[in-house]
């Protein structure tokens, strides 16, 4: 379904940092960097961008001396760094089992940097993905490693969403995009579903992208109004804990729920409702100051979730089992 009036990319992806050509290096690109740092367009033979900058004073040798230190080190601690984060053959991926990636079939030594992801499965083999494509997986409800089909260790799985949600702190692009220099209002939209997914993960709840795509307009409906139910009535909150989960849901600009279920029972465009709940969602899971409270809100929407779709119940049967305790 064609998406239309979407926002700037820029708002969602980090703008490319390359020049805007070789005739205007004193310009930036102005498209969205779908390729890490770079558009798909720039990200094969880059020219960084450089802010004009005043030189005040020529560096001492002594001084240039301290920086080449400085650079040295740091570029030792980088590899560290990745090694730390980003796992065991993140600096050396012809060391993991796989030489192709899972999903561009492509040499994992082409995987940029940024968006190396590896680990080391029980029978310590090592394994290197590039982190798009692991929520491609995830989208067609795969999670297990697909070379081995064993469960990938919860321990991994942690550093992959804590990487996810650096990566995305920063603005980089997790949606694979094909060799197009503009990005769609498709995959801007499907890189905003994805970021809202992350929390939910970050927060123990697994969720397949698909699950929430697939909805139709009655459910997306159904969907508000359960979450309306939850939040009004259903569980009983008290204000305090309203105010913990959601600050100011209910001040009227910064208002939780637009809308009373009914007055918004006959709109039937699926792209209003699909942003629609995709809002509150985020919302129960980005606006506390507490993970505690975030977590309550991670609750309220997936219980919601359970109650309209039969694939999250069937993930998380509790959910609706607790629902006829109400
Ligand atoms: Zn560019």
Redesign the pocket.
């Known amino acids: 379904m064609p998406r239309k009036g979407s926002k700037k990319p820029q708002e969602t992806v980090r703008q ?1 940092a ?1 020049i805007r050509s070789k005739k205007h290096p004193d310009a930036r ?1 102005p ?1 969205a960097a779908t390729q890490g740092e ?2 798909a ?2 990200s094969k033979k880059p020219t960084r961008f450089q802010e004009q900058t005043t030189v005040t004073s020529p560096l001492t040798k002594k001084q240039l001396d301290s920086v080449g230190k400085l650079q040295r080190w740091w570029r030792r601690s980088v590899g560290l760094i990745r090694y730390r984060r980003q796992g065991p053959v993140t600096n050396c991926p012809e060391a993991a089992e796989n030489q192709q990636d899972v999903y561009t079939m492509e040499s994992t030594s082409t995987i940029p940097l940024m968006y190396r992801w590896s680990y080391v499965d029980t029978k310590k083999h090592f394994w290197i993905f590039d982190v798009r494509s692991i929520w491609m997986m995830r989208a067609h409800e795969q999670t297990t490693n697909p070379y081995t089909r064993e469960e990938i260790p919860e321990y991994a799985m942690a550093t992959f969403q804590k990487r996810c949600t650096w990566l995305r702190k920063r603005k980089y692009c997790l949606v694979h995009t094909n060799d197009t220099a503009e990005m769609s209002a498709e995959q801007i939209w499907h890189q905003k579903v994805l970021d809202t997914t992350l929390k939910y993960d970050m927060l123990g709840y697994h969720t397949s992208l698909r699950w929430f795509e697939e909805l139709n307009v009655q459910q997306l409906n159904l969907f508000y109004g359960e979450l309306w139910e939850l939040w009004f009535y259903r569980l009983q909150l008290s204000g305090q804990i309203k105010q913990q989960v959601v600050p100011n849901w209910n001040k009227a600009d910064t208002l939780l729920f637009k809308w009373n279920p009914h007055e918004i029972r006959n709109r039937s465009d699926r792209v209003w409702w699909q942003k629609t709940v995709l809002d509150l969602l985020d919302r129960f899971v980005s606006s506390a100051e507490l993970k505690e409270h975030k977590t309550l809100g991670a609750l309220y929407g997936m219980t919601a979730f359970a109650i309209v779709s039969s694939r999250v119940r069937h993930h998380y049967p509790w959910l609706v089992e607790m629902q006829e305790d109400f």
């Open positions: 490319c390359n690109c498209l770079f558009c367009r720039h």
